[in-house]
């Protein structure tokens, strides 16, 4: 099955690392899971969680102003203060709504002055959940050859981002080099997703990975913030429903088009999924490479689900 799934991905042009594991009983099923990628935006999910445990514990209070610079971005894409033309003056709590479920780049990037990489790192530690490395705030992120280039010029940017890649992970440019920015695997990103979906609360359940670490507060203000995610356009459509909720965030930067999330059953089943995929093809708006990534979760996701029932969720 995973054969065809990478030959699918190949025929879209991409090359992808995906993880799908029941919550539950651990099942999984996986393409490439612990090849390190570039985190993108995803990198605002252990972000918010460390900044949400350091409200719960009392050190930074929620209420307290931040002063965003605005980040004047006119390209397509990014949202939030990310596109103001002047200073905004914000909660601390309210920044973080911005960073998680708006994908604000600024806000995040001012949340990253109160809690460091290495803060977030540390917390991480604790929480043990390993194959995530956070180097840096978004700002670098944000200084690639799209920022420089016209619209028109987008494809001579996709372009630097695919061959500068070198053996290795190692890139031309910062913002792709695993060695020098922010990093995960699907199966590090998928072990986040279930620390936080099976704190042990009334809403969750212990993890086949053992107790989770995390404070049960901390886990529900993270997943109400993913399900309040605004980008819909890629996994979605594939899982969200009457009969599921469908939490996530998407991470997206050039060539590189992300999506964590986890679905929850009406009969009461959840399932992680990690999505992490790098386009060859040098150009911006790939709808088609988005249908197959999603339609690639999908399969996974229903391989996952038939292993406990034997009828696939429809």
Do not use: C
Not at 31 to 52: F, N, T
Not at 72 to 81: A, C, D, E, K, L
Not at 91 to 117: Q, Y
Not at 262 to 289: C, F, K, M, N, W
């Amino acid at each position: 099955m995973t054969d065809d799934l990478r030959g699918q991905l190949e025929r879209a042009g991409l090359r992808g690392s995906y993880l799908v594991r029941d919550l539950s009983t651990g099942e999984e099923l996986s393409v490439e899971p612990d090849l390190p990628l570039p985190l993108a935006s995803l990198v605002k999910v252990p972000l918010g969680l460390a900044v949400l445990e350091n409200i719960r514990l009392g050190t930074l209070d929620p209420a307290s102003r931040l002063h965003v610079r605005p980040g004047r971005i006119t390209v397509p894409g990014p949202t939030g203060i990310t596109r103001f033309q002047h200073v905004a003056d914000i909660a601390v709590e309210d920044a973080l709504s911005l960073a998680v479920s708006l994908s604000d780049n600024a806000a995040a990037d001012a949340l990253f002055g109160l809690v460091t990489p290495p803060d977030v790192m540390a917390a991480l530690g604790r929480w043990n959940i390993g194959s995530i490395t956070v180097r840096e705030g978004l700002s670098p992120l944000t200084r690639t050859p799209a920022e420089v280039l016209s619209p028109e010029d987008a494809d001579l940017a996709h372009a630097l981002a695919i061959e500068k890649r070198t053996e290795g992970g190692g890139h031309r440019l910062e913002q792709f080099d695993v060695d020098r920015t922010n990093v995960g695997s699907a199966r590090g990103l998928v072990d986040m997703l279930d620390t936080v979906w099976t704190a042990l609360s009334p809403a969750g359940s212990p993890s086949s990975r053992g107790p989770s670490l995390l404070d049960p507060w901390v886990a529900g203000r993270m997943r109400d913030l993913m399900g309040a995610n605004v980008h819909r356009h890629r996994l979605t459509p594939d899982f969200a429903s009457d009969a599921s909720r469908w939490s996530s965030k998407t991470g997206t930067q050039l060539n590189l088009r992300h999506e964590i999330g986890v679905v929850e059953h009406a009969d009461g089943a959840v399932v992680a999924i990690a999505a992490l995929t790098e386009s060859r093809v040098t150009a911006a708006a790939q709808p088609g490479a988005e249908a197959v990534m999603a339609g690639v979760a999908r399969q996974l996701h229903d391989y996952v689900r038939s292993l406990e029932d034997p009828h696939p969720a429809r």
